[in-house]
């Protein structure tokens, strides 16, 4: 969450963590917009339904890039919704790629490309 609190134009927040692990996993199960209690054993938490519980820690800027994403690919027979739910993993993964110097150790597949750019 302190990544996405980071971004430019994200709310800011007072006071701790407004969210930690154990509660996003417990929204995960009982909010409208997941439902994972719901649904059977074994069913996979994606990126894109974690976005559906952060939301709202996100800039108006990128709320509106991805309501214009859904817009764009809401009628199209071959996307199977895939479109959106590509851009809101992105969108999450964003706020821990942009800046990985903030993190100690950078996921794998980046350490090379962020090892290069540094002085």
């Given at each position: ?12 927040h ?38 559906e ?13 991805i ?33 990985p ?13 962020w090892?290069?750019?540094r002085?």
């Amino acid at each position: 969450m302190s990544g996405i609190r980071l971004q430019p134009g994200a709310p800011r927040h007072y006071g701790g963590s407004n969210r930690t692990i154990i509660k996003q996993a417990y929204e995960m199960l009982v909010s409208d917009r997941t439902a994972f209690a719901k649904k059977p054993i074994g069913a996979l938490v994606t990126l894109d339904k974690v976005f559906e519980l952060v939301e709202g820690n996100l800039s108006n800027e990128k709320r509106t890039d991805i309501y214009q994403i859904a817009e764009r690919f809401k009628n199209d027979s071959e996307d199977h919704g895939w479109a959106l739910r590509v851009a809101k993993a992105i969108c999450l993964l964003e706020s821990f790629v942009i800046c990985p110097a903030r993190r100690p150790i950078s996921p794998p597949c980046w350490s090379m490309k962020w090892a290069r750019q540094r002085p």
